[in-house]
Nanobody, 125 residues
């Protein structure tokens, strides 16, 4: 079992930055790939960024490319999402997710076995 806990969300003005963290516990952190998703009420959960279990492979959605950076620190069992140049449309609940089923991350939410509880990010315009 893997437990994931997100933190770092909050209220920020458009153009500002936030860094989300996802602390993992329960099994070897390096044994799974991870991702960030976000969701607004009434909409499907949306892929934001993913990272392989080695940490060497990352990719992100076109909507955040060039603004958001995903990373992981194996020593701290923590994954991060650095969000810069935030826009009002980035407002959502952000979730971290992990999967042991594949070495590279996926943009499909159904491929992830473990989820955090979510952290709210609100960007004011």
């Amino acid at each position: 079992q893997v437990q994931l806990v997100e933190s770092g969300g909050g209220l920020v003005q458009a153009g500002g930055s936030l860094r989300l963290s996802c602390a993992a516990s329960g099994r070897t952190f390096s044994g799974y790939s991870m991702g960030w998703f976000r969701q607004v009420p009434g909409k499907e959960r949306e892929f934001v960024a993913g990272i392989s279990w080695s940490g060497g492979g990352t990719y992100s959605a076109d909507s955040v490319k060039g603004r958001f950076t995903i990373s992981r620190d194996k020593a701290k069992n923590t994954m991060y999402l650095q969000m810069n140049s935030l826009k009002s449309e980035d407002t959502a609940v952000y979730y971290c997710a992990a999967t042991t089923r594949r070495p590279s991350s996926s943009s499909w939410s159904y491929e992830y076995e473990y989820w955090g509880q979510g952290t709210q990010v609100t960007v004011s315009s």
